[in-house]
């Protein structure tokens, strides 16, 4: 067993029969969880008795002598199959056989995939699916339970509060409909279960002031009491959208005949995340997605709580944002007519993600991955030609064209994204092109770059510190980029460091990599390896911070989060939802949850969870994906119709609503954005056209 799990078995106050099981293998246990039965300990219960200590117990008579001594054990399974030791059994463990404590002796050898049946009565409430999992949730001891009626309920801001369109326009939204969706049904609540109807949320923010940024505070808490009413409390309106979201999540509908009840156990929720960088790459240069597509992801982004949207818009394959400084671009950028995203659309979607707490990061990667560029300015030659090779083509950094391009490029977009990071690429520059042109060779030659490496005295090098130049040294911008493999930790590009860029590590030597750059620079570091969708549940395997192995705990600080990334080469929208969950619901919650790899898994109903939040994510209009077939215990049990409505939800049956329109408040936002950046363009003396 995973050292150090307790279980609390007992007698306590009864509303249901579950089994609690712990998984005895030690290794990767996070594949094929979905197909396995849920797990649950007694969490926010009163037990009686000594809590039940499992150490390093992986094998039959160990099992046995410990279900002896648990009154409530009812034995344990052995699972069907072998395997390497700490690798799962090949069938899940509804195929294993149930045996009693006093038969179970002659299954003696050590067996990977053994499972401790203890039965207990656990009140319901204590099935939590709020996902991510919060850092503390406490149920009320006295299995409180509250009701709130849909038309009836009233979401307010606190009196005397300074007001704020984000928090109004939450306040509107979850008032009209979102904090019912996709609600599971409870045939055990009605109205004669509920202690009071609530008629008020009261919303109290510290600070309703505070800009949406990389740093802002994001904790939230959620009181739901039969006394006291219902309260968020945020120190800013960012948190109060989380706590929006966990809300919505603790809302249940009854059993009552017209529906409108609904059904909240009393509780306490504190909150924060475990990391401030929370993000989802989306990938429009291979495959166009539509702004309702971009619009229903960053619905779904922010009922997992995901504060960032990494738009990696441009690649050799297209160039599809409208550049108004650029026309030609424009023009030749995407793939065909209405297949590109004017400044409206853009700014539609970057008003979007404000409104649900998300900032948007533009990356335009270079000198890699631009060949695009040719088609609109094929005269200038802004792409390197190195014919005979089987290079892709880098952007031909040797002519002052190429820098007054892309330096045009950058000041146009950074007026129009707002956030204050940029992401510049920098990965896959095949510099064996520019060492195939003899006019790039020489020209490196005469400044004295190197054409191999990526460090300070290379061209590539050069090239970055340009850039960097441009975003942060004339922009005022943050630069981002990924880490290449020629980067290097011991003389890296000098305006990189000094601009303080945060590195994405996506390949490579990782754990040598997130040493070398945080022990010997200041970088902060974002960890995309092991996140590049779909993941399956190896998801919960990654945990940013552990891959510096020799960082003291102040170093790791550093290392500020990560992010799932979608790429575009095989996905459209036809398949974008079935790719992006359920797996961007492990990672979001793997940044945001502090616990353990195990504490996923072991230590909560992990199917239920994801199933729940698949239901949520269909009633907002996020055509997420089904995983499995509906999970329940045998029908004797007396949770079976428990199991079933939990996990069952309207999009089931093949029907997904469409996503919310955009607000009158978004869309103003958006049309004043565009409008000003068209203006401030028209303004701007231009260095290429």
Same mark, same amino acid.
């Given at each position: 067993?995973?050292?150090?799990?307790?279980?609390?078995?007992?007698?306590?106050?009864?509303?249901?029969?579950?089994? $609690?099981?712990?998984?005895? /293998?030690?290794?990767?246990? %996070?594949?094929?969880?979905?197909?396995?039965?849920?797990?649950?300990?007694?969490?926010?219960?009163?037990?009686?008795?000594?809590?039940?200590?499992?150490?390093?117990?992986?094998?039959?008579?160990?099992?046995?002598?410990?279900?002896?001594?648990?009154?409530?054990?009812?034995?344990?399974?052995?699972?069907? @199959?072998?395997?390497?030791?700490?690798?799962? *059994?090949?069938?899940?463990?509804?195929?294993?056989?149930?045996?009693?404590?006093?038969?179970?002796?002659?299954?003696?050898?050590?067996?990977?995939?053994?499972?401790?049946?203890?039965?207990?009565?656990? *009140?319901?409430?204590?099935?939590?699916?709020?996902?991510?999992?919060?850092?503390?949730?406490?149920?009320?001891?006295?299995? @409180?339970?509250?009701?709130?009626?849909?038309?009836?309920?009233?979401?307010? *801001?606190?009196?005397?509060?300074?007001?704020?369109?984000?928090?109004?326009?939450?306040?509107?939204?979850?008032?009209?409909?979102?904090?019912?969706?996709? !609600?599971?049904?409870?045939?055990?609540?009605?109205?004669?279960?509920?202690?009071?109807?609530?008629?008020?949320?009261?919303?109290?923010?510290?600070?309703?002031?505070?800009?949406?940024?990389?740093?802002?505070?994001?904790? /939230?808490?959620?009181?739901?009491?039969?006394?006291?009413?219902?309260?968020?409390?945020?120190?800013?309106?960012?948190?109060?959208?989380?706590?929006?979201?966990?809300?919505?999540?603790?809302?249940?509908? @009854?059993?009552?005949?017209?529906?409108?009840?609904?059904?909240?156990?009393?509780?306490?929720?504190?909150?924060?995340?475990?990391?401030?960088? =929370?993000?989802?790459? $989306?990938?429009?240069?291979?495959?166009?997605?539509?702004?309702?597509?971009?619009?229903?992801?960053?619905?779904?982004?922010?009922?997992?709580?995901?504060?960032?949207?990494?738009?990696?818009?441009?690649?050799?394959?297209?160039?599809?944002?409208?550049?108004?400084?650029?026309?030609?671009?424009?023009?030749?950028?995407? /793939?065909?007519?209405?297949?590109?995203?004017?400044?409206? %659309?853009?700014?539609?979607?970057?008003?979007?993600? =404000?409104?649900?707490? $998300?900032?948007?990061?533009?990356?335009?990667?270079?000198?890699?991955?631009?060949?695009?560029?040719?088609?609109?300015?094929?005269?200038?030659?802004?792409?390197?030609?190195?014919?005979?090779?089987?290079?892709?083509?880098?952007? &031909?950094?040797?002519? %002052?064209?190429?820098?007054?391009?892309?330096?045009?490029?950058?000041?146009?977009?950074?007026?129009?994204?707002?956030?204050?990071?940029?992401? $510049?690429?920098?990965?896959?520059?095949?510099?064996?092109?520019?060492?195939?042109?003899?006019?790039?060779? !020489?020209?490196?030659?005469?400044?004295?770059?190197? +054409?191999?490496?990526? @460090?300070?005295?290379?061209?590539?090098?050069?090239? +970055?510190?340009?850039?960097?130049?441009?975003?942060?040294?004339?922009?005022?911008?943050?630069?981002?980029?990924?880490?290449?493999?020629?980067?290097?930790?011991?003389?890296?590009?000098?305006?990189?460091?000094?601009?303080?860029?945060?590195?994405?590590?996506?390949?490579?030597?990782?754990?040598?990599?997130?040493? %070398?750059?945080?022990?010997?620079?200041?970088?902060?570091?974002?960890?995309?390896?092991?996140?590049?969708?779909?993941?399956?549940?190896?998801?919960?395997?990654?945990?940013?911070?552990?891959?510096?192995?020799?960082?003291?705990?102040?170093?790791?600080?550093?290392? +500020?989060?990560?992010?799932?990334?979608?790429?575009?080469?095989?996905?459209?929208?036809?398949?974008?939802?079935?790719?992006?969950?359920?797996?961007?619901?492990?990672?979001?919650?793997?940044?945001?949850?502090?616990?353990?790899?195990?504490?996923? &898994?072991?230590?909560?109903?992990?199917?239920?969870?994801?199933?729940?939040?698949?239901?949520?994510?269909?009633?907002?209009?996020?055509?997420?994906?089904?995983?499995?077939?509906?999970?329940?215990? &045998?029908?004797?049990?007396?949770?079976?119709?428990?199991?079933?409505?939990?996990?069952?939800?309207?999009?089931?049956?093949?029907?997904?609503?469409?996503?919310?329109?955009?607000?009158?408040?978004?869309? =103003?936002?958006?049309?004043?954005?565009?409008?000003?950046?068209?203006?401030?363009?028209?303004?701007?003396?231009?260095?290429?056209?």
């Amino acid at each position: 067993f995973v050292s150090k799990l307790l279980i609390a078995v007992g007698s306590v106050a009864a509303s249901g029969i579950v089994a $609690i099981e712990a998984h005895g /293998y030690r290794g990767p246990h %996070n594949r094929g969880v979905a197909q396995f039965p849920l797990h649950y300990v007694l969490h926010g219960v009163t037990v009686t008795g000594s809590p039940l200590l499992l150490s390093n117990a992986t094998d039959a008579p160990s099992l046995a002598a410990l279900c002896s001594a648990t009154p409530t054990c009812k034995g344990f399974t052995v699972g069907s @199959g072998g395997g390497e030791p700490g690798d799962l *059994p090949p069938h899940d463990c509804r195929g294993s056989a149930l045996y009693s404590a006093d038969a179970i002796t002659q299954h003696s050898t050590p067996h990977p995939g053994i499972d401790l049946f203890v039965f207990g009565t656990q *009140p319901g409430r204590d099935i939590s699916t709020v996902t991510p999992k919060p850092q503390t949730q406490i149920f009320d001891s006295t299995n @409180g339970i509250v009701a709130i009626q849909r038309g009836k309920l009233t979401i307010s *801001p606190a009196q005397g509060q300074p007001a704020s369109e984000v928090l109004n326009d939450a306040i509107a939204r979850f008032a009209g409909g979102d904090l019912f969706v996709g !609600a599971a049904t409870r045939s055990d609540r009605d109205a004669t279960v509920a202690r009071a109807t609530i008629s008020m949320v009261t919303v109290m923010v510290l600070d309703t002031t505070a800009d949406l940024t990389a740093d802002v505070n994001e904790s /939230y808490a959620v009181s739901i009491s039969s006394a006291s009413g219902i309260q968020i409390r945020a120190d800013t309106v960012w948190g109060a959208l989380h706590g929006f979201e966990t809300l919505a999540q603790c809302v249940v509908r @009854g059993s009552d005949s017209d529906g409108s009840l609904h059904y909240l156990d009393e509780q306490v929720i504190s909150d924060e995340p475990a990391y401030k960088f =929370r993000g989802l790459m $989306i990938d429009t240069a291979r495959h166009f997605l539509s702004v309702p597509t971009i619009l229903a992801v960053l619905e779904g982004m922010s009922v997992e709580k995901l504060n960032v949207l990494h738009w990696h818009a441009a690649d050799d394959q297209s160039f599809p944002l409208e550049s108004v400084a650029l026309p030609r671009l424009a023009a030749a950028g995407p /793939y065909g007519p209405g297949l590109g995203y004017t400044t409206e %659309n853009i700014s539609l979607v970057i008003a979007y993600a =404000r409104s649900r707490g $998300i900032r948007v990061i533009l990356e335009i990667d270079t000198p890699g991955h631009s060949q695009v560029v040719q088609y609109a300015y094929p005269e200038v030659g802004l792409v390197t030609q190195c014919p005979g090779t089987t290079c892709w083509p880098p952007l &031909d950094i040797s002519k %002052n064209a190429t820098l007054s391009f892309v330096s045009e490029l950058w000041h146009d977009f950074g007026s129009l994204f707002p956030d204050g990071n940029v992401f $510049i690429g920098g990965d896959e520059c095949h510099t064996q092109c520019w060492e195939a042109n003899p006019d790039v060779s !020489a020209w490196a030659a005469k400044k004295g770059l190197a +054409i191999d490496g990526g @460090g300070e005295g290379t061209a590539f090098g050069w090239w +970055i510190d340009q850039i960097v130049d441009i975003v942060h040294g004339q922009m005022g911008k943050r630069p981002m980029m990924w880490s290449p493999l020629v980067w290097d930790p011991d003389a890296p590009p000098a305006k990189l460091v000094e601009a303080n860029a945060v590195l994405n590590l996506w390949t490579g030597p990782i754990a040598e990599l997130a040493n %070398n750059i945080t022990l010997k620079r200041t970088n902060e570091l974002v960890l995309s390896n092991g996140w590049y969708l779909p993941t399956g549940n190896s998801a919960y395997s990654v945990d940013p911070r552990s891959v510096c192995k020799n960082c003291t705990t102040d170093q790791k600080t550093r290392i +500020i989060g990560g992010e799932a990334c979608q790429w575009g080469e095989s996905v459209d929208a036809t398949n974008l939802f079935s790719s992006v969950w359920p797996d961007a619901t492990k990672v979001a919650e793997r940044l945001w949850f502090t616990g353990s790899e195990q504490e996923f &898994d072991l230590l909560d109903g992990l199917s239920l969870r994801l199933r729940r939040q698949r239901c949520r994510l269909v009633g907002r209009g996020v055509p997420t994906p089904p995983m499995t077939a509906v999970y329940v215990p &045998d029908a004797s049990h007396a949770s079976f119709a428990l199991w079933r409505e939990l996990q069952w939800c309207g999009g089931d049956s093949g029907v997904v609503p469409a996503p919310r329109e955009p607000s009158a408040t978004v869309r =103003r936002w958006a049309d004043s954005a565009a409008t000003a950046h068209r203006r401030w363009a028209a303004q701007r003396r231009r260095q290429f056209d």
